[in-house]
C-alpha cells in the first residue's frame, strides 16, 4: 500500500475498504515545499513515463481531494467530508469503472506551503486526479500537476490557473461569474443604482470591472466601495453603501464569507427601509440567512447568485442520500457551495471514467483523454451540460478553460433561500466584455 502522506492535525482519509490498513501507515510531518522546489523532485519522480502511466487497470486507482480546515473562515471541511464518504459509495458500488477506489484528503491549510504538500502527496500517491478541491494558490500546485500530467477535476476557481491551464477541468465559472449574474439579477429586480462593496485588492479591481459590464448596457449607475479584507467593524462601509437609502438602490457585497457577516451587523443596526441587499452564494448561504434572524433579519427578501440550484431542489437529493449512507454522521451542508462543487466534480470523474473504452486502464492520461473529446457530461440539473473543447471554452485570455458561464438567480423568502427563477443564466457575453444578446 502506498502511504497517504498523513498529515498530524488532519490525518487523511481513504474508502472503508481501506480502513483497516490506515492505521499502519507512517505519517509525514507537516511541511510545504514551494512549487519551485517540487519539480525537480516530481520529474525525478515522474521519469519517462510519469504518474499518468502508472499502471491503474488491474488494481485500485487512488484520487485526492485537498481543502482547507482549522484555519478560520476559508475552512471547508465538508468538501474532504463529503470525498470520504463518495469514496465509501463508490467501493460499496462496484468502484469507478471496476476499479477499487482509495480517496485520499488533505489539509491545505490555506498557505500556498500547504497546497504544495498536497501536490506533492498526489504525485507521490499517483493520483489519477484532483477532485473537488479548494485553493486560492493554484500558482503553488497546478505546475506540479502540469507535470505529472495530473487532471484537476472541479476546483473551486479562487485563482487564474484554474481557468488556464490545459489541466484543469472547472465545472464552475468561479467568483466573475457570480459577480456578472449578481449584476444582471440586480437589473432584473429594479435596481438603478448599485453600490458594490469588495475587497480593496487587483482581484477587486476586477470583479468591479464585471459588475460595470452588466450594469452599463442598462442605464445602471455603479459606485464602488473598496474595503478592507479583513475588518471587524464595517460600520462606515454599510453608511456608505446605503447612503441616503432612496428607493431603487441596492447593496452587493462582494467581499468573502466572514467579511460579509461582519458587514451585516452594521448594515442591519443602520435599518434601511428603501436599500435592497444581495451577495453571491459562497459570501451568503442558508446558515448565513439562519443565523442573522432569517426573513426579519438583514437578510430577508436579498438576493443572491450561484452556481447551482438552491439547497431544496430535488437536484441534491443523491448528494443528500451519500451524506445519510455513507457520511459516517459527518457535519457536512448540502448548501455549501464547496460540498456542491465536490458532488459535481466527483460526477464528472464517475461519468469520464464510465467512458473509457474497454480494455484501456484508468490512468490520468486516459481519463484526460476523455475529458478532452468533448462529449457532453450531464450532472443532472446541477450545471448545464459541461464540456471541455473550444467552442465551449470563453473567448477569453485570462480564463480560456472557463466553460460553464451560467449561474442561478436566489432570494430569501419565508427564511430560506430559494429559486427566484427555474432557469440557468447565461453570462457570458458579460465575462466576455460584449453586449447583451438581442
Request: aromatic residues 6%.
Amino acid at each position: 500500500m502506498r502511504s497517504t502522506g498523513e498529515r498530524e492535525d488532519q490525518p487523511q482519509s481513504s474508502t472503508a475498504r481501506f480502513q483497516g490498513s490506515q492505521r499502519h501507515r507512517h505519517r509525514r510531518t507537516a511541511g510545504g515545499l514551494a512549487a519551485a522546489a517540487l519539480l525537480p523532485a516530481l520529474l525525478a519522480a515522474s521519469a519517462c513515463a510519469g504518474p499518468a502511466d502508472a499502471a491503474a487497470g488491474d488494481g485500485d486507482v487512488t484520487v485526492m481531494t485537498w481543502a482547507p480546515s482549522g484555519t478560520g473562515s476559508a475552512d471547508r471541511p465538508g468538501m474532504t467530508r463529503l470525498a470520504d464518504a463518495i469514496g465509501r459509495e463508490l467501493d460499496a458500488k462496484g468502484g469507478l469503472s471496476g476499479h477499487h477506489v482509495q480517496v485520499l484528503t488533505c489539509n491545505e491549510h490555506n498557505t500556498a506551503e500547504g497546497a504544495s504538500d498536497c501536490v506533492r502527496q498526489a504525485v507521490a500517491a499517483h493520483v489519477i486526479a484532483v477532485v473537488g478541491a479548494y485553493s486560492q494558490y493554484a500558482d503553488s500546485f497546478m505546475p506540479a500537476l502540469e507535470i505529472a500530467d495530473i487532471p484537476y477535476i472541479g476546483g473551486y476557481g479562487l485563482s487564474t490557473p484554474e481557468f488556464s491551464s490545459p489541466l484543469s477541468y472547472p465545472v464552475a465559472g468561479g467568483t466573475p461569474a457570480l459577480i456578472a449574474g449578481s449584476g444582471l439579477q440586480l437589473v432584473a429586480a429594479g435596481c438603478r443604482t448599485v453600490t458594490l462593496i469588495r475587497p480593496n485588492t487587483q482581484a477587486g479591481d476586477t470583479l468591479a470591472g464585471y459588475l460595470s459590464g452588466a450594469l452599463t448596457p442598462s442605464g445602471v449607475e455603479l459606485t464602488d466601495i473598496k474595503a478592507p479584507e479583513k475588518s471587524n467593524d464595517y460600520s462606515a462601509v454599510a453608511q456608505q453603501a446605503i447612503g441616503s437609502d432612496q428607493p431603487g438602490h441596492c447593496v452587493s457585497s462582494a467581499l468573502g464569507a466572514e467579511p460579509t457577516s461582519n458587514l451585516l451587523d452594521p448594515y442591519r443596526r443602520l435599518q434601511p427601509k428603501n436599500t435592497v441587499f444581495a451577495s453571491v452564494i459562497g459570501s451568503v448561504q442558508q446558515s448565513v440567512v439562519d443565523s442573522t434572524g432569517g426573513d426579519s433579519g438583514p437578510l430577508g427578501g436579498a438576493y443572491a447568485t450561484g452556481w447551482y440550484p438552491p439547497e431544496p431542489s430535488h437536484v441534491w437529493d443523491p448528494l443528500r442520500a451519500t451524506i445519510l449512507g455513507y457520511g459516517d454522521g459527518n457535519v457536512i451542508d448540502v448548501s455549501d457551495p464547496g460540498v456542491e462543487t465536490t458532488w459535481v466534480a466527483y460526477e464528472v470523474l464517475r461519468q469520464a471514467a464510465g467512458r473509457i473504452a474497454p480494455g484501456t486502464p484508468l490512468t490520468a492520461r486516459s481519463l484526460r483523454a476523455v475529458l478532452d473529446r468533448g462529449d457532453p457530461i450531464d450532472t443532472s440539473g446541477a450545471t448545464p451540460p459541461l464540456s471541455w473543447t473550444m467552442t465551449n471554452m470563453l473567448a477569453s485570455a485570462d480564463s480560456p478553460r472557463l466553460v460553464n458561464t451560467s449561474v442561478t438567480f436566489q432570494q430569501v423568502r419565508g427564511g430560506r433561500l430559494v429559486e427566484q427563477q427555474s432557469t440557468f443564466v447565461d453570462v457570458r457575453w458579460v465575462l466576455a466584455g460584449g453586449k447583451p444578446p438581442a
